[in-house]
Structure formats: C-alpha cells, structure tokens
C-alpha cells in the first residue's frame, strides 16, 4: 500500500553532507518530514529518500545545519508526467482520444445481426438503416421500440425482432416465420409427362390413370399419369359412368440418358499490361467515401483496378466503420493469343458436368459419363453422353383449365 501512495504522490532520493548527519534524523522528526531508505554512505554521506513535496524542505534543513543535499533521483507519477510537459503533440493526441472516447461511445459504430437465416444480413441491415439503426445513428435518440415495430411491418418473413444496445454495438435478434407448405391447388388438372427419355424404374401413383409400367421405355412428352380418369359402372354393368378429370399427381423414377454439347473458340484475347499506373488513396467513415488522388495520368480506356484496404478492428475481431485504402489502376491492352486445347477441353468437361447436375437436381444421380471432344478450325467442341437416374414426372395442366 505504501509505495502504491509514493508512487502517486512522488519520490526524492537525497545524499545529505554535514558535519553532523545524525542531527539531520531528529530534525526531520521534529519538523514532519516523512523518510525512509535510510543508509550510510563513505565519508559520512546520509542518503535518505522523501516525499517529492518535501524534498525542498529537506534542502533547507541540510542548509541551516551547515551541510547540502544532493537530488540523486526522482521516482514517481509526477515527474513521469512532467516529462511530457513540452510535448504538445501529444496531450493535443489524448484530449481527442478522450474526446472520442465519450463522444464516439454515445454513437453506433458496430451493427451485429444473428437468427437470419432465409433474409440476407445486408438486406436486413438495409432495412434497418431506413429507421435510423445503423452506422453513425446516435444511441440517446435511437427509439428501438418504433424501428422493431416499422422492421415487423415491412419484412413479412420476420416473426420477431429484439434491437439492444450495448455501447457502440447494437445487437440485432431476430426470428424467421416459419414457412407454410406448398398447397397444390387441385382444381388445375393435367398429365404427368416424361421430361426426358429414359426406362422407368419406380412408378408411384397418388392420383390420376397409369399409362406406364416399370420397366418400360418411355419418350420425351410421353403421359405418365393421364388426368383423365374413367369411371366405371357397377359390377356386371356394360355401360361405364363416365370421365372425369384430376390433377394427376405420382412419382416417375427412371435410368434416363442426357446429351450435352458446348463449345470454345481457340483463340482469346489476354491482357498485357502496358507499365502505366495510377493510385489513388481513398478512406470511408461511418459508410461515407473520401477519395484523396494520387498520381495521375492514365487516360486509356482499358485499366485494371486492384484495390487494398485496411479496416480498423476491435480487439475480438469486430470490424469498424473506418477504412483507409488505396486503389491502383493498370492499363492494358488486349493481345491475340492461342488457346491451350488440353486445358480448354478440361474447362469445357467441368462445365458441362456442372450443367448435368444442375438439370438433374438434388434427387438425380450420374451413373456414368462419356466425353467427345472435337478439333475444328476455330471451335473445340465438347459433347457429353451420360446415364442418370432422375425423377423425370412433369406436370402438364390442360388448356381447358378454368
């Protein structure tokens, strides 16, 4: 505890000759003078440390006795302070850090959103934005309560939303509305075709008349499940009752074949770039751009932009709204340049394997595939022959639908 207060209140070793030291002692008791450290030096030198308001008081008294006292160090928060002193740079620098600190504190510099899944963060921030929860907005005047209430009106997806804040943070919850079933509407009737060609494999029937059988090959437009339904008589009667019309509804699984094709130029056009370049520095301040131009000179129409930015962070990684960055513009022009057959082939292949997928769906599977690539004088085309198992159903509603 006492050297927390000697070091907030400061510190003065002293060396004190005289003829007599051991008077020094029993008159520092007798005039208050606070001491410690106490120790004898060569030559009858007495050092003894005091506190800095008293260090002058201490001369004195080596003076009335015939003696001097010599300062040997000072220790403490007040001489640390003082050093300072003339540095006007930096108390310049710490009034704004305090000042941003009580000002900056009172606005929102960090909006943090958590519980979306459907709706985008940037969307949700977006909207938040329009009813002043965003980026620079004062926290004493936010009304949170009106901007939950404005959010619920306008997102139609949203069941609940909580807005807090938390010093420069502002915290947004908000929770999903759960999404209905599809309701089929039963009143449009039509077929299920085949969507693509192929041997069917598993046929489930919910509602309509089976036109097929497992096993059976079917074409593209082929009636699956026909929506027209004949009712039959009863037992032992010749004459039916009729037809009657549904929405045909069932599963079609099938082993189907695909056929893709594309195809490449074998020249293209690269960049080359021409050893002109420009920067230009730029920073952005609660969302507001500043550009400061750097060199300049560049007047081509074709340039590349590449653009470094440096963000400021909170110490857990919470990114602020200050970023400071540069932009560097290249010139180029395009030159003619031949093609790589082998790594353009490859090029093609993944597309086209990537295309099949995405026909097929998250319920289709490729079995096995089949690739021919052809040289022509300007073009590589690429053709894809693949087996698949796909569910291949299409429903069909008939044009006399009212």
């Given amino acids: 505890m006492g050297k927390t207060i000697n070091f907030f209140r400061g510190s003065v070793t002293l060396d004190i000759t005289a003829p007599f030291p051991e008077r020094v002692l029993n008159l520092c ?194 009636v699956l499940i026909s929506g027209s339904v004949l009712l039959e008589g009863p037992l032992y009667s010749e004459q039916d009752v009729g037809w009657m019309e549904v929405r045909a509804q069932g599963v079609i699984e099938a082993d189907t074949w695909r056929t893709l094709s594309a195809a490449i130029p074998l020249t293209a056009q690269v960049k080359r770039c021409t050893g002109e370049t420009e920067w230009r520095l730029f920073a952005e301040v609660l969302g507001r751009r500043v550009d400061f131009f750097g060199n300049s000179g560049i007047y081509a129409e074709q340039y590349d932009k590449i653009s470094e930015t440096w963000t400021a962070a909170l110490p857990d990684g919470t990114a602020l709204p200050l970023t400071v960055g540069r932009q560097i513009l290249r010139a180029y022009t395009l030159e003619e340049v031949s093609v790589d057959v082998e790594q353009a082939d490859a090029m093609v292949r993944d597309q086209l394997l990537r295309r099949l997928e995405g026909l097929l769906g998250e319920d289709g599977t490729v079995l096995s595939t089949e690739y021919t690539s052809v040289v022509g004088e300007d073009v590589l085309t690429v053709t894809l022959r693949a087996a698949c198992h796909e569910e291949i159903g299409r429903f069909v509603p008939y044009e006399t639908n009212k």
């Fill in 29 to 222: 008791a007798q005039r208050g003078i606070l001491f410690w450290g106490v120790a004898w030096l060569e030559g009858g030198v007495l050092r003894l440390t005091v506190p800095r308001r008293q260090a002058a008081a201490l001369r004195r008294l080596a003076e009335d006795i015939g003696g001097r006292a010599e300062e040997q160090g000072r220790r403490g928060l007040p001489d640390f302070l003082l050093k300072f002193k003339r540095r006007y740079a930096l108390w310049v620098g710490l009034a704004l850090s305090v000042l941003a600190v009580t000002v900056l504190s009172q606005f929102v510099l960090v909006v943090e959103v958590t519980g979306n899944e459907r709706i985008t963060t940037a969307e949700l921030r977006t909207a938040l934005a329009r009813y002043g929860v965003g980026v620079g907005a004062f926290g004493l005047t936010l009304d949170t309560a009106k901007a939950e209430q404005q959010m619920l009106v306008e997102l139609k997806e949203l069941s609940w939303i909580g807005i807090n804040l938390y010093g420069i943070r502002a915290k947004v919850q908000v929770r999903e509305r759960t999404a209905p079933p599809e309701v089929v509407d039963r009143t449009v009737t039509g077929d299920i075709v085949a969507e693509a060609p192929g041997v069917i494999t598993d046929l489930s029937v919910y509602m309509g008349d089976r036109k097929c059988a497992e096993g059976q090959p079917v074409a593209e437009g082929d």
